[in-house]
């Protein structure tokens, strides 16, 4: 096989450009200039788009029609023997492209040497990371939906379960758990519309573009993009070879999911503690400490807040290694890969972890509610009761403000702070204040669209629930 039987021409096809240079490549160029071990996974990407290329020569009498259809049937075995193991890619080529093409010429001879023409490498490789990454897209798309509908669930669960909202992490306003998960859903879902507004954006065909110059040959480049499912066509070669905008940009939104996953991990590991006991993560998803016998850690919220780190080194990578090349294509480029694969690997390990983690942790209701009932955080809703009967905001809240220091003073709350106190501090103050500040009242009174009461958060689960089942 070719990876272990060099014949003499598979061995001159293992280095597509051998006849200009008289001497061997030395071991250490080939090591360091090979990208093979991070780009052989776009074996497949690369077999179909040489069938889609092969096809249009055929079709466009650019080569004949009979070596056309071998050439095809010659890449089709080339992916079966790959997929089923029988061939084992030679780790040890220059790069994906040219061990395909190399093997090919081993199949087939003087047939398989007719695949590459009106092709670079260049516009090859362009294509072949941008069917890569628009599968990823999809793929990663797919999880974050299944993580959204985790979190529409669990709002649905706890949809009236009260817990303090905080500014500042100080106790503010009531909330509930579900108007808490929601929030996290909205993030996710401007996630994946920039996703999808990037896959659109990388969905444009570079082939044809040649190495820099386009080509001479009459290519049809729309059958070769309907073929391989882009919606159009790059409209200049020397940016079709050297644009890597799409990979910046899906190293950008794939950042922004993992701001989103970061700081919810945040919010879980404080959840976690002894300190808030908001929720208990399932053991599955937990761990223990060495020496620690009591220890029960949220290590898979600590590594997704820290492999978020990664993907944003992805993301200043990919910036750095284009802002300084030359139109059009340079080695820096082979870059991309890594970096981009780097981000999308990091970004659905963190998926596959993070979902179940949420889908299977035990939520603290009761510690919730009472911490809710502890931060004065219906002092808000005890002003807006003295607007109701009349004062101005201003003077109610600096009334409120009063009612705090006495409770904090006497170790009261405003719901344990008797009537006459109230009254002392202003005498508009009635019985009706004690439904005012109920904290299940102060939340469902909030039916602003977007607000924490149930109807809003059910509204907002209905909505998040039909992006995703579109
Ligand atoms: N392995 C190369 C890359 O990933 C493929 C393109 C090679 N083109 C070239 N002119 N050397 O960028």
Not at 235 to 259: H, P, Q, T, Y
Not at 415 to 424: G, N
Not at 444 to 464: F, H, Y
């Amino acid at each position: 096989m070719f990876a272990l039987n060099f014949t003499n021409e598979v061995n001159f096809m293992a280095q597509l450009w051998k006849g200009r240079f008289k001497k061997e490549l030395a071991k250490e160029t080939n090591d360091f200039n090979s990208s093979i071990k991070f780009d052989s996974r776009m074996f497949e990407e690369d077999i179909k788009g040489s069938i889609a290329h092969a096809t249009m020569l055929g079709a466009t009498g650019i080569i004949d029609k009979s070596e056309s259809d071998k050439i095809v049937d010659g890449l089709n075995g080339i992916l079966d023997d790959i997929k089923s193991g029988k061939l084992k890619i030679d780790m040890s080529a220059e790069d994906i492209h040219t061990f395909v093409e190399g093997e090919l010429t081993a199949r087939l001879g003087q047939t398989g040497k007719r695949l590459h023409t009106a092709r670079s490498r260049n516009d090859q490789v362009a294509l072949d990371i941008r069917m890569v990454l628009k599968k990823e897209i999809d793929e990663i798309s797919e999880k974050i939906k299944g993580l959204i509908e985790v979190l529409c669930n669990k709002a649905e669960e706890n949809k009236s379960v009260i817990m303090p909202g905080y500014t500042h992490l100080q106790r503010a306003q009531p909330i509930t758990f579900g108007h808490h998960l929601m929030a996290y859903t909205s993030m996710l879902l401007r996630d994946l519309d920039r996703l999808s507004d990037v896959k659109r954006r990388m969905n444009v065909l570079p082939l044809g573009s040649g190495a820099l110059a386009g080509t001479t040959y009459p290519l049809d480049r729309n059958m070769v993009a309907e073929l391989l499912g882009f919606d159009s066509v790059s409209s200049n070669s020397l940016d079709g070879v050297s644009d890597r905008d799409f990979c910046i940009e899906l190293a950008s939104a794939l950042s922004l999911v993992m701001v989103h996953l970061s700081r919810f991990s945040e919010e879980i590991i404080m959840w976690c503690s002894w300190e808030f006991k908001f929720v208990e993560l399932d053991d599955a998803f937990s761990t223990g400490s060495s020496i620690m016998p009591q220890k029960k850690n949220p290590d898979i919220a600590e590594l997704v807040r820290g492999k978020s780190g990664r993907v944003f080194g992805d993301l200043t990578a990919l910036l750095t290694v284009m802002k300084g090349i030359a139109l059009a294509y340079n080695k820096d480029m082979q870059e991309d890969k890594e970096a981009i694969f780097d981000a999308v690997d990091t970004v659905k390990m963190c998926l596959n972890a993070f979902t179940p983690m949420i889908d299977t942790m035990t939520v603290l209701k009761d510690n919730m509610r009472n911490a809710a009932a502890k931060g004065f955080i219906n002092a808000t809703d005890c002003a807006d009761y003295l607007v109701g009967k009349g004062l101005p905001f201003r003077d109610a809240y600096k009334a409120t403000g009063e009612l705090v220091a006495l409770c904090i003073d006497k170790g009261l709350t405003l719901e344990t702070l008797p009537i006459e106190e109230y009254k002392k501090v202003c005498d508009i103050f009635d019985e009706g204040v004690c439904e005012a500040i109920n904290l299940e009242k102060c939340v469902n009174d909030r039916l602003v669209e977007g607000g924490p009461s149930v109807s809003s958060i059910e509204n907002q689960i209905k909505k998040a629930r039909e992006i995703i089942n579109k």
